[in-house]
């Protein structure tokens, strides 16, 4: 099932935070983040597994709280090259399967 | 490290055509995945190969579309014949055992 997120778009001036949000109906193993630019390929930003383990990319962090079965990602201090459409992907709990559902993205504009 | 090779990068084919997209994971990469990523919606899996054997194929409209593997290295998607709403970006991804997946450029198909 696929993964709602909220909200579906945002709009932040430079220097604003913003926080993104991925929810799931079902037992998660993983929750990843991606990023796409308009008319480029999606480029991997986070993993947070259960358990806790989390890899990151600067400025750019998030949580994964399991029982819920939702994630959030948290963009502090915002950059112009902030901007983009965010997707989430969840990996079910039978780990291994390597494959993943994206939810419908969330497109964050930052402007000036 | 070179990254995933997809082509053509741009396609433009009428309704009951055939087209064929080819993709070249990073070196190594025993899994490979075909997404299809319709305007403003997050990728959808097609089919997930790990080296040459399929691993889900459940979302692939097996009526009209077909992929392969050999050699567990490149990979084909096919559409014949092609409907206006296949009218997407295709897009191929692989990894190697971490979860991260590495995405190409993709394909935008128009289907007239």
């Known amino acids: 099932q696929q993964p709602v997120q909220s909200p579906q778009a945002v709009i932040l001036r430079e220097g604003e935070d913003a926080v993104i949000n991925c929810s799931s109906s079902k037992a998660l193993y993983s929750v990843h983040w991606y990023r796409q630019k308009h008319g480029e390929a999606p480029v991997f930003l986070m993993i947070?597994?259960?358990?806790?383990e989390q890899k990151g990319h600067e400025k750019i962090s998030a949580s994964f709280n399991e029982k819920k079965q939702q994630s959030s990602l948290y963009l502090t201090a915002s950059q112009l090259s902030y901007s983009g459409t965010y997707f989430c992907?969840?990996?079910?709990?039978?780990?291994?399967?390597?494959?993943?559902?994206f939810g419908k993205g969330t497109k964050l504009s930052v402007i000036p | 490290e070179a990254g995933v090779a997809q082509s053509p990068r741009y396609k433009i084919i009428e309704k009951r055509q055939s087209v064929a997209f080819w993709c070249n994971p990073i070196?190594?990469?025993?899994?490979l995945y075909w997404y299809q990523q319709i305007l403003g919606q997050g990728p959808k899996l097609l089919i997930q190969f790990q080296n040459n054997g399929v691993v889900d194929d459940s979302q692939l409209p097996k009526d009209r579309f077909s992929a392969e593997r050999l050699k567990g290295v490149d990979s084909t998607l096919k559409i014949q014949p092609a409907k206006l709403e296949d009218s997407a970006v295709y897009l191929c991804a692989s990894n190697l055992r971490v979860n991260e997946q590495f995405f190409g450029p993709g394909t935008r198909l128009t289907v007239l």
């Open positions: 947070l597994l259960k358990g806790g």
């Open positions: 070196s190594g990469h025993a899994t």
């Open positions: 992907g969840t990996e079910g709990s039978g780990a291994g399967s390597y494959q993943l559902t």
